[in-house]
């Protein structure tokens, strides 16, 4: 039978926020990922910011992959409890459903009526001025 996970309250939690101890829990487990920050894919910020804190919405939120997540393992030492020692179960983000573009039913944009051809907006003017050279032409005779 394996020996109880160790727990870690929140106060013990927020200790661990330098960038040679991070600490982080993420639903209600806690990891060391100290050794973790220089390879972080999305850069060692993100984890710097989140030092010490409960980050499970954060890190539901970014969708992270099954690997991240068996990654993730890798570096848990414990459960965080309550400072009665009620275990702490974070809630998880809400998992926003993939949708493409071919799924959307969105009404279609109405276009716009085309304007009229260029030519048919010159015609007008040039037949005006077609029609004053052969009368002047006519009359000047």
């Known amino acids: 039978m394996a020996a109880p996970a160790k727990t870690y309250t929140l106060e013990e939690l927020k200790k661990h926020n330098t960038t040679e101890d991070i600490w982080i829990a993420i639903q209600g487990r806690v990891y060391n990922i100290t050794p973790f920050l220089e390879e972080h894919p999305g850069g060692d910020g993100v984890l710097v ?3 010490g804190l409960d980050c499970t919405g954060e890190f539901e939120a970014v969708g992270h992959s099954d ?3 068996a990654t993730l393992e890798q570096f ?4 965080l409890v ?3 020692g009620a275990p702490v179960k974070s809630e998880k983000a809400p998992v926003q459903p993939k949708v493409s573009l071919a799924d959307t039913k969105a009404p279609k944009p109405k276009v716009a009526a ?6 048919k907006q ?3 003017p040039l037949l005006i001025i077609a029609v004053g050279f052969v009368l002047r032409y006519y009359f000047s005779s």
Do not use: K, L, S
């Open 49 to 51: 910011d989140n030092a």
């Open 67 to 69: 690997e991240a997540r």
């Open 76 to 79: 848990y030492i414990g459960d």
């Open 82 to 84: 309550t400072a009665d």
């Open 114 to 119: 085309p304007a009229p051809a260029v030519w």
């Open 122 to 124: 010159a015609a007008v």
